[in-house]
């Protein structure tokens, strides 16, 4: 069995006809052998917990809620789930946002690739970003980070072993939660960490330097949500001006333990640390620099800047 996380917040006028989406997107797999563990994080409204119970009830041995009583975040929210499917024996899991839809054949594609390359631990393809009616988003209007990933996956998507290393220093975060799928046994060891920005982010890193390799699956692209009457992800929207800040350090704190993981694997030399952790804090610069943060961007310059002169290197 493979074992669809889906974490869910219900706030956003929407959200109920999204998770709809979601969910039938699942039902319309040409792999059925799937299970959903829908992990709600303390939606406010009792009419949402009331339609996931009602979902649960409709679909025994499909669909299965685990409610929190406290809201902590995405990131424990699918951390909850990888436990669950664990416990039930699920060999894959696929993360799979509540308001993002699901190629039908994800599935399919995504068993068939983890069995026929057993050297593989971390599937991953690309999307489309649609607006809150499913209407698909111009690049035009999308985000440069969106942008930014979107040509990673045109003119060199990233795969192999220690794919993490690309990740941080070249095309910088190659892929969205929605699209990842990992062995089950990757996810339990590199848990996502607690904190409400850049988690996914984080795990990827810890989860390709602890994994063997990574394949780029082009074929079945996933339905991002972007709703276009409000700017940015929900994180950014819920965490406000600091969303940047905090994901710079969340980030490099992610690359880092990959850099340590692949140490104690014997996946790099020590020789190699200090030249990695200054390409990547350049690569991030770049990216905040592209995204108008132009005072985090000269922070990680700076860092790169005094390690590579002999000045405090960074931590």
């Not at 685990?66 to 024996?89: K, M, P």
């Not at 050297?119 to 440069?144: H, K, M, Q």
């Not at 040509?151 to 220093?169: F, T």
């Amino acid at each position: 069995m493979a074992a669809f996380v889906m974490p869910h917040y219900a706030d956003c006028p929407g959200a109920a006809e999204y998770l709809s989406q979601a969910v039938r997107s699942l039902f319309n797999q040409t792999d059925q052998d799937w299970h959903l563990v829908i992990i709600d994080d303390a939606s406010p409204d009792p009419q949402d917990r009331e339609r996931l119970r009602a979902l649960s009830q409709a679909n025994p041995g499909r669909i299965t809620v685990l409610q929190q009583q406290v809201n902590r975040g995405q990131g424990f929210c699918r951390n909850v789930g990888i436990r669950w499917a664990r416990e039930q024996g699920s060999e894959i899991v696929l993360f799979q946002d509540a308001d993002d839809v699901a190629h039908p054949s994800r599935l399919e594609v995504t068993r068939r690739t983890f069995a026929e390359r057993p050297e593989v631990d971390f599937v991953y393809s690309t999307f489309t970003v649609i607006d809150e009616n499913g209407a698909t988003v111009p690049e035009s209007r999308l985000t440069p980070s969106l942008r930014e990933i979107l040509q990673s996956h045109v003119h060199a998507p990233v795969e192999g072993p220690n794919a993490w290393i690309r990740m941080g220093i070249e095309t910088g975060y190659t892929t969205l939660t929605s699209t990842v799928a990992v062995r089950s046994e990757i996810a339990a060891a590199y848990p996502f960490p607690h904190v409400r920005a850049s988690e996914d982010a984080h795990a990827w890193f810890r989860m390709a330097a602890g994994g063997r390799s990574l394949a780029y699956l082009p074929s079945v692209p996933c339905l991002y949500r972007v709703p276009q009457a409000v700017t940015g992800s929900s994180d950014r929207a819920r965490i406000g001006s600091d969303y940047y800040q905090l994901k710079a350090e969340v980030d490099t704190d992610g690359f880092f333990e990959a850099i340590s993981i692949a140490l104690e694997r014997e996946t790099i030399r020590f020789s190699e640390v200090q030249d990695l952790k200054n390409a990547f804090l350049r690569r991030l610069a770049l990216t905040m620099e592209r995204e108008g943060q132009q005072a985090v961007a000269r922070q990680l310059s700076t860092r790169s800047t005094e390690s590579v002169s002999g000045g405090r290197p960074p931590s």
